[in-house]
């Protein structure tokens, strides 16, 4: 029986979600869980730069991997014949890498699965299972979008994030500095979740954004980054027209910069890994992603002004510490 009365709840303009056709999902991971256990797949092709958490995820469901080389346009080098029982993951790049522009789905069909985590504006291919994470990109603490056509037999459990939005309300009423603890508390009770349903509140905030001003602010700033940095920029990734990035992926040689931005207040966080392929055969390209990528912030948070604050800073550093 509904309640009526009492305190009020959050305010937040009721729309529909970006991907409203999708199934709406706690994490990226539990999304690649549901793929793999509906689809019973045995083994699946992976980057050998891509973070733990899908190497523990097919870890968790029993799923043999095998790791693949990318090249500097950021393709997988080689050509797998697949089995039926066999998966492709592709990893969109920062939004700025669409499969459809690589083949693969010409290649590997309904075998193929795509890593939109850090694309979540690129719409998905039909037919094609692909998923989205919400945290890379709003403000909330779980959230996941999934495309699939292979529903899972399972009942999912409802998920509740309203204990781990701390560092969000924190973050928006002091610093970034502040909110650094509860953020990290968040961020770890992800870990070794089962899969679930999307928690209400996160459903809440995402039907009220505004999309179209996100996209736009986050395109703009990326064009004025790289207007300004591309020719420091030691790796190249070319814009597709209308791609909406998640960062702006700079790569530097430079001593210690990753240090010097930190302390600059820039803060940067890693999306390409290194420990597996320590402990496996060396993939050249993919240390020197783990080693020089700066991955610059251009969300929606920022204008103009603050990239050019932060271009200023940059290039403060790079021509005047080393």
Same mark, same amino acid.
């Given at each position: 029986?509904?309640?009526?009365?009492?305190?009020?709840?959050?305010?937040?303009?009721?729309?529909?979600?970006?991907?409203?056709?999708?199934?709406?999902?706690?994490?990226?991971?539990?999304?690649?869980?549901?793929?793999?256990?509906?689809?019973?797949?045995?083994?699946?092709?992976?980057?050998?730069?891509?973070?733990?958490?899908?190497?523990?995820?097919?870890?968790?469901?029993? +799923?043999?991997?095998?790791?693949?080389?990318?090249?500097?346009?950021?393709?997988?080098?080689?050509?797998?014949?697949?089995?039926?029982?066999?998966?492709?993951?592709?990893?969109?790049?920062?939004?700025?890498?669409?499969?459809?522009?690589?083949?693969?789905?010409?290649?590997?069909?309904?075998?193929?699965?795509?890593?939109?985590?850090?694309?979540?504006?690129?719409?998905?291919? $039909?037919?094609?299972?692909?998923?989205? *994470?919400?945290?890379?990109?709003?403000?909330?603490?779980?959230?996941?979008? /999934?495309?699939?056509?292979?529903?899972?037999?399972?009942?999912?459990?409802?998920?509740?994030?309203?204990?781990?939005? /701390?560092?969000?309300?924190?973050?928006?009423?002091?610093?970034?500095?502040?909110?650094?603890?509860?953020?990290?508390?968040?961020?770890?009770?992800?870990?070794?979740?089962?899969?679930?349903?999307?928690?209400?509140?996160?459903?809440?905030?995402?039907?009220?954004?505004?999309?179209?001003?996100?996209?736009?602010?986050?395109?703009?700033?990326?064009?004025? /980054?790289?207007?300004?940095?591309?020719?420091?920029?030691?790796?190249?990734?070319?814009?597709?027209?209308?791609?909406?990035?998640?960062?702006?992926?700079?790569?530097?040689?430079?001593? $210690?910069?990753?240090?010097?931005?930190?302390?600059?207040?820039?803060?940067?966080?890693?999306?390409?890994?290194?420990?597996?392929?320590?402990?496996?055969?060396?993939?050249?390209?993919?240390?020197?992603?783990?080693?020089? *990528?700066?991955?610059?912030? +251009?969300?929606?948070?920022?204008?103009?002004?603050?990239?050019?604050?932060?271009?200023?800073?940059?290039?403060?550093?790079?021509?005047?510490?080393?």
């Amino acid at each position: 029986m509904k309640s009526f009365g009492d305190h009020l709840v959050l305010d937040v303009h009721s729309g529909k979600h970006y991907h409203e056709d999708a199934i709406r999902l706690n994490t990226g991971r539990c999304c690649l869980e549901y793929i793999v256990k509906a689809k019973k797949y045995k083994k699946v092709y992976i980057p050998y730069c891509i973070c733990a958490c899908v190497r523990d995820t097919l870890k968790k469901c029993g +799923v043999d991997y095998e790791f693949y080389s990318i090249n500097e346009f950021f393709e997988p080098v080689k050509e797998y014949k697949l089995l039926t029982d066999e998966a492709f993951l592709y990893v969109n790049w920062f939004g700025l890498t669409p499969v459809k522009k690589t083949g693969l789905f010409e290649k590997y069909g309904k075998n193929l699965i795509v890593d939109n985590t850090l694309a979540f504006f690129d719409k998905p291919l $039909k037919g094609i299972y692909t998923f989205y *994470s919400t945290r890379k990109f709003f403000g909330v603490a779980d959230g996941a979008y /999934l495309y699939t056509d292979t529903v899972l037999d399972e009942d999912l459990e409802q998920d509740y994030s309203y204990e781990y939005m /701390l560092f969000i309300l924190k973050r928006t009423d002091t610093s970034i500095e502040e909110a650094r603890e509860e953020s990290g508390i968040s961020e770890k009770r992800l870990n070794n979740q089962p899969i679930k349903k999307m928690s209400k509140l996160t459903e809440t905030i995402l039907s009220g954004i505004d999309y179209e001003t996100v996209r736009n602010k986050r395109i703009n700033n990326y064009l004025y /980054l790289d207007s300004q940095l591309k020719n420091e920029n030691i790796i190249k990734i070319d814009y597709p027209e209308g791609a909406v990035p998640m960062r702006y992926p700079f790569f530097s040689d430079k001593f $210690k910069l990753r240090e010097k931005l930190i302390e600059n207040k820039i803060y940067i966080r890693p999306y390409f890994y290194s420990s597996e392929y320590e402990k496996t055969a060396h993939d050249k390209f993919a240390e020197k992603l783990a080693e020089y *990528s700066m991955l610059l912030p +251009v969300n929606q948070r920022y204008d103009e002004d603050d990239m050019v604050e932060m271009v200023k800073r940059i290039k403060s550093i790079l021509n005047n510490k080393y």
